[in-house]
Structures are given as C-alpha cells and as structure tokens.
C-alpha cells in the first residue's frame, strides 16, 4: 500500500522506521512544525522529520490540517492508508474520508481505557499492572474509533512513563505493519469499542506533577514515575522548585541509626547515605533531585549542600 506517516515524538519513530522495512510505501510524511528545545530553547526539527528526511521523504510540517492547500498536497500522495502515532493535530473530516484504509492509529492504551494525550502517564499514576496497545480505525470522536489490532504490556513495578512507553513504542511499530499487512489482505476484523469501561487520559500538566507529600508513600511514587521524564514531579524547597527523580523503595529493616525515625509528610531527613521524606504513610527514598537552575544530581550530595535543619519540610 501507499501510505502517509503522522507523527511527531521519539515515540513515533520505531513505527516510521517499521514502515520503511515493510513492503508498504511510505509516500509522504505529516509532522509538526519545529519547536524550541534545549537550555537555549532553538528551534529544533522533531523526531520524526529527521528520519524522515534522512531516508529521502517528503515532509509537511502544517500548523492545521484544515487549508485546502494542505489537503490537496496530501490527496496528491494518493495514499492507499495514513498511519499515525501521536502526530498531535486533528484530522479533519474531509481528510478521514481520503484513503481507502483510512487514518489507522497507533495508541498507547488498551481502548477504551485512557482515552487521550497521556495513556501510559495516567496508567502507571493508577497503579495499573497491564496495559498495551491498539490499533484503530481514526473518526470523529476522541480515540473511540473501531479497534483493528492490539497487544498487552506488563506495567514493571518501578516502570517510569519514559520506560513503558518506549517498550511499547517499539512493540507497537510491529503492530501497526501487521494492521497495515492485515489491511491490505483483508483479513482484519474492525471491534467497536465496548461502551464500559472508559477512562481519559487528558495532557498531564506542571501543576498536575506538584508532590502532595500528604498522600500515602504508593500515591507519591506512582506520580513520580509517571511524570518521568516529563512533565517532571517536583515540589518546593526554600522556596525554590525542586524537581524530583524516581524514588527508591524503603524497606524497613534496612532502616538505622539516625533514619530510623518517623517523618511527617514533606520533612525531610538526611542520613550519612540517603535522603528519606515522610508521606502520609511513611518515608520514601530520594533517588535523584534537580534544583532550579542546576543539573540532576544525587540526593545526598544534594542534602550535604542544603543541610536540612531538623523538622525541614518540602512544601505541597
């Protein structure tokens, strides 16, 4: 089949790159237009036009998908199906109707569970233990589309967003060629999504990964990870933003000396190798913080900076 490739993220490349190894022809792809990155915030090409570019393809880089400009240069591809993983623009209804196979959708949840921008965040946040990815069918609603494939995924216990979503990025490429292979054989059978059970997922925001060190220790580690790398969890300190890095589990008997106390929730307690907070329901492990302005670094060279006076807190 022709088709043409919607993505953006690191998370969409294993799928581009699928494509190009399969017997399916990439003919164009859609990605967003340059964003700034970096400390010196410079305009930066995404994930996906760089290896698209890199293998010779044509790129559109719309900031809307309605221009008749836009839809015309995309009819021209004459696409036999337009896979997408997370390209991050709506697609309008008059571009829905142009391939024969229509836009098939990578996402990163079992549908119709997680809806939306951030499965794999607001699964690990919930404490899911599985978790997958679907092929479907893109149409007007919100990821309610008919489902084409799937797979499952096992939710590790110290998974972070960054983790789970790069296994299933990659798992999932080979998912999308075997719905384009399935496609195009017709064998595939479309399943409507099942009214029950469904959830959203919507974008996780700065203010969402704010810590409330009041919640139990399980709630403030799930955070942790699922905002890992990004948006990043973090809490304030003197004052000042602190972002905070995966935890490390707390086990009881290893507890001694001057860490063997009890914690409220946000007091932070040194030790001559770790760094605990107390939650609602015990303390946690600092793994690794970064202050405003400075790089990452290990909480206990952090603390040896700050020397947290007795009864100290975290804010939030």
Request: net charge negative.
């Amino acid at each position: 089949m022709r088709v043409v490739f919607a993505g953006t993220p690191e998370a969409a490349v294993p799928s581009l790159q699928a494509l190009l190894g399969s017997r399916h022809e990439v003919v164009g792809v859609l990605t967003r237009a340059d964003a700034p990155a970096g400390r010196g915030r410079t305009l930066r090409p995404s994930p996906v036009r760089e290896v698209a570019e890199g293998a010779g393809l044509p790129v559109l880089t719309p900031t809307t998908l309605r221009t008749p400009e836009v839809q015309e240069q995309i009819a021209s591809w004459a696409p036999d199906a337009c896979p997408v993983v997370a390209y991050g623009l709506l697609v309008p209804p008059a571009l829905l109707e142009l391939p024969r196979h229509g836009w098939v959708n990578l996402h990163f949840s079992l549908l119709p569970a997680w809806r939306g921008a951030a499965p794999v965040q607001h699964a690990i946040r919930a404490g899911d233990e599985v978790t997958g990815a679907v092929t479907f069918r893109l149409e007007d609603g919100l990821d309610t589309g008919p489902v084409l494939g799937r797979l499952t995924e096992t939710v590790r216990p110290r998974d972070t967003s960054g983790d789970l979503l790069a296994r299933l990025a990659e798992s999932g490429a080979h998912l999308l060629v075997a719905t384009l292979d399935a496609l195009e054989d017709g064998t595939v059978v479309p399943e409507p999504q099942p009214a029950d059970g469904v959830s959203h997922a919507p974008k996780i925001t700065v203010d969402d990964a704010r810590l409330e060190w009041t919640r139990p220790a399980y709630a403030v580690d799930r955070t942790v990870r699922a905002c890992t790398p990004a948006p990043g969890a973090w809490t304030t300190w003197r004052g000042e933003r602190l972002k905070i890095g995966p935890l490390k589990a707390v086990h009881p008997e290893h507890m001694v000396d001057e860490v063997d106390v009890e914690l409220a929730p946000g007091e932070v307690r040194a030790g001559r190798r770790r760094v605990l907070v107390g939650t609602g329901n015990g303390p946690v492990e600092l793994g690794q913080v970064q202050p405003h302005g400075k790089r990452l670094m290990d909480a206990d060279a952090w603390a040896r900076g700050v020397r947290p006076e007795t009864g100290e807190r975290f804010d939030g």
